[in-house]
């Protein structure tokens, strides 16, 4: 079957990290994304990892551990405006490519 | 570069109609997905065109159909519409059936 799990909802303090981690179950796994999804708007292409590691972009690190079926998401130096959901994907492996599986989000709330 | 576009932003249709829904991908992505996110449901997988041809479809039932055209752009339709159809429906594009990819604003269909 397809498993992805992630918190439900977090709460962080403006200027702090905070880590939204992500395990997943499929039958295939051809990488893992990561989105930020604000109310009313449509998910935002935040990372994407194929091998395992850290990825690095700014204040948004990710992490893959496919042995382990884990990735975590890190935010540093938080700001109000990271307050959003965000969206865990597993790729599809071959011919199947196109279809991401998605967790049910984490909703992060940045707190002053 | 313009994003991912999809039209009509907002649909209100009453049970038993159709609708269809457009997307127009980046330039030059030629893959398209579909998904349909609920608040229940979270965002779900409808189907994935490359090359105008149906690549994978998820589990939904046979009122939910789609096409790509030569241009990569897509429609999705759905018939006798049923309140719990009632979405944001996503596209989202790629460069290849590899590739990231990137949403569009989404289309919310509410059926009365």
């Known amino acids: 079957g397809q498993n992805i799990d992630q918190p439900t909802e977090m709460t962080a303090t403006e200027g702090a990290i905070v880590q939204i981690n992500c395990t997943y179950q499929t039958s295939g796994f051809n990488g893992l994304f990561w989105y930020q999804q604000h109310a009313g708007e449509a998910p935002t292409f935040l990372s994407y990892n194929v091998l395992d590691g850290l990825e690095e972009k700014g204040r948004f690190s990710s992490f893959l551990s496919r042995s382990k079926g884990y990735s975590y998401l890190l935010l540093k130096e938080l700001q109000m405006k990271d307050s959003a959901s965000y969206l865990c994907?597993?790729?599809?492996?071959?011919?199947?490519?196109?279809?991401?599986?998605f967790g049910q989000g984490t909703t992060l709330q940045v707190k002053p | 570069k313009a994003g991912v576009t999809q039209t009509p932003r907002y649909l209100i249709k009453t049970r038993g109609q159709q609708v269809t829904l457009s997307c127009s991908p980046i330039s030059g992505h030629r893959s398209v997905s579909w998904y349909q996110q609920t608040p229940g449901q979270g965002l779900q997988f409808l189907f994935e065109y490359f090359s105008e041809t149906q690549r994978n479809k998820g589990n939904f039932p046979g009122r939910f159909s789609g096409r790509q055209f030569s241009n990569s752009r897509s429609e999705m339709n759905v018939s006798t519409l049923e309140l719990g159809d009632s979405a944001l429906y996503l596209c989202?594009?790629?460069?290849?059936?590899?590739?990231?990819?990137?949403f569009g604003p989404g289309t919310r269909l509410t059926v009365t």
């Open positions: 994907a597993v790729r599809g492996s071959s011919g199947n490519t196109g279809k991401l599986i």
């Open positions: 989202a594009s790629s460069l290849g059936v590899q590739g990231e990819q990137y």
